[in-house]
């Protein structure tokens, strides 16, 4: 049995890559290695990058820089610290990064996180690995799955991949370059790791996909299953409380998946629904492949399905040839629509993408200049939003213990962060709260039952 070692994974950008870290952390159990929180203590260190944006990659870079002080004191030390670079970044840029960062050991692309036990024992004998392959085995199948105790300590809410890759090819975007062609997995095989979670006490599921609603895997009859199916099939699962999706694309929104919001009540009322522009002409160039009516025809069906629906979005601003008449048709949109949240971005050219080679770029103190018109739109949108619950009472997952002795933190059916004193065995429960006070970044309220006990206990005194 080999000695015992720590692996730090470190998360850049999205969801899916948050789920991979975990994953890449469980595998590498059986070739003995355990998280730690500290970086310093460390001898695998795991970068799990993000290509979306310029930025996100300069970070990896900068953060590189950081790690190679360590590895260096590490060596010192008489320790060998290995630096693993995963993710977007690595699917992108591969060998280069070991030549730009030569404290770099490892670069795994993302379908690749099933070899890591066999890279790091090459890496460990001092050789440079890398591995950017799109493989042919299927890498949830050779993952190794979580244990109990990780299962409990990563808490009562998680994240399943079922969908990777991307057909769509917008303009703009690297997901179709760096994570390939969209793969759904088995219904079945996600049953099981669902039924799994909830085994550990996993209470809420949040199922994630570059493009989730496209999913199309395969059930148990050997027929393909779209996520409406899906969701059916895992709300069966016994422990599972809620179910959440994300992201979704407009066009793939389809009547199946608008009925699932009708029939399941564990399917939460919330729809992340990228829509990027309000303008049909900048939707063109960006090969959305949808116009700004279609989008308001699914929010119209979606919620002629289930009238609690909220949605957020994401938005891209300055997109090249964006005119000052396409921005405004953004923000009307958001008013049209009403959002209780988005992502905002300014445009960033990635090379290699259509977008990166058109005329018309934008000077970036005019993306700034909508970014911030764009975020305080959303802003006032979301404070509505959220200033509607006062008063109201809602159903909350207890997820943990809040700052406050006595305080635990849960989650409305629309993902706010509720505030409210309950006892700790509540995690994991879902409790009626009675909204009291609206926060910036939280709600707070009272155990609906406790204070229809005391209103009792007074009228009877
Ligand atoms: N598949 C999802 C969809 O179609 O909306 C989104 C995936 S992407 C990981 C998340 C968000 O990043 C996008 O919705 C978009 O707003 C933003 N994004 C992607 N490429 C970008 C770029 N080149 N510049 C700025 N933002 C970008
Ligand atoms: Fe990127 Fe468009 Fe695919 Fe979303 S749908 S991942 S934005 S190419």
Redesign the pocket.
Known sequence: MSKPRKVHVKSF??QMNVYDSHRMADTLVPAGFSETARLEDADLVILNTCH??EKAADKVYSEIGRLRELKDAAARDGRKMLIAVAGCVAQAEGKEIIRRAGAVDLVIGSQNYHRLPEMVARAQGGEKVVDTEFPIEDKFDALAPPRRDAIARRGISAFVTVQEG?D?F?T????PYTRGAEVSRPVEKIAAEVARLADAGVREVTLIG??VNAYHGLDRNGTQSGLGNLLRRLAEVPGILRLRYT?S?PRDMDDDLIAAHRELPALMPYVHL?V?SGSDRILAAMNRRHTRGDYLDVIDRLKAGRADLAFTS???VGFPGETETDFRDTLALIDDVGFAGA?S??????PG?P?AEMDAQIPQEEKSERLQRLQASITRHQRAFNAGFLGHTLDVLLEKSGKLAGQLVGRSPHLLAVQVMAPVQFIGSIKRVTISEIGTNSLFGTLADELHIRTLATAGA
């Open positions: 950008g999205c979306i944006r991307c769509k917008c703009f975007c690297v997901v570059q493009n992201t694309h990228p990027q994401d938005f891209i992502y971005f300014m445009y960033s050219a990635r993408t977008a």
